[in-house]
């Protein structure tokens, strides 16, 4: 059950001895570099992310007040990936994150109308980077930096659900932040003979600050057949401040990396409405607003974010009481984002946009 991410407190009014869901989603994105000094443009390399989940839960009696659960799921990462030889080559080729999240859950329901509910987490996943470097060897083909590493972290989803009547519910969710730490990474260099000496493969040290996110959610029955919800996320970007990197070889031309990023807290909020058509048949909608965390002059290629809007839909059929499909269907639009980069002066105008379909099968027993 989603409440595992969602609201660890909810959890225990789930209507079952126990349950098993899992899902993924395609993220198909597009992104538009737009120099503003020119009519040049580069776009991304396509790649389409999958992200996974899975949940289960389970009660050892119907009406226990204690529920346990498990979820799988990775709620940050991303991969970017420029054409070898495009204007910000020396900036970023590529550079991909992803993180799994494992949190095992324990929900327990303090009265009828009130529950609370506590997860671990452990985070684990991949970090990888790639760079031109300024130096041509004899053919004028760049060198490049290739970092790649394991990444690991901890912490913790905690939650509060309490039913205020019968039509409505009101959430209070903390997921903590969780800093992720490559230790003893691989550092690749290429680079030209001449200047070989100055850039020797090592191993790298950096830390990667995932944000906390604090929500608050409203859920209202309208009647027999409509749901209303209203969330609203305050999210902990400002941890991360800088891009650090730790070589344990440094030279003349090598020197750890510290780029400032100055990240800002923001909001996101969102509405949605379920339509119960049928007994097995329902439709979802909703939107949402999404602030952005990069503020101006520290826009990079890596994270070329603006503001955005998402517009969703779905559907669910339960088949026997017991198995149910659920499919989703997102499209987000990015606002056009004019910049400069304080460090780099690199400059940009960005454009993106993503369709995201999802499907889940979950079984209730």
Known sequence: NASLVLN???LIFVDSLGSFSAGASFIIPRTIYLDPNSTYIAQ????????????GNFKFKKNSPLSLGFGLYNPFGSRVEWE?????????????LRTFFYQPTLSYKVTEKLGIGIGYIFANGDFSLRKALPIQDSLGV?????LSGKATGQGFNAGVYYKINQKFGLGLNYRSAVKVKVENGTADFTSANAVSQYFQDSTFNTQLS???????????QLND????ALDVNYVGWKSYDSLKIDFTKNSDKLADVASPRLYKNTFIARIGMQYQLTEIFCVRAGAYYDQSPVKDGYLTPETPDTDKIGITTGFSITFKKWLYIDASLLYIEGLKRTDTNIETQFEAIYKTKAVIPGVNIGLKF
Do not use: C
């Open 8 to 10: 660890p407190g909810a």
């Open 44 to 55: 991304p390399i396509n790649h389409v992310g999958t992200p996974l989940t899975f949940y």
């Open 84 to 96: 070898d030889d495009w204007k910000g080559q020396f900036l970023l080729r590529e550079i991909n």
């Open 142 to 146: 760049y060198g490049e930096a290739n």
């Open 210 to 220: 995932l944000p906390y996110m604090a929500s608050i959610g409203l859920g209202y």
């Open 225 to 228: 057949k409509i749901k209303l």
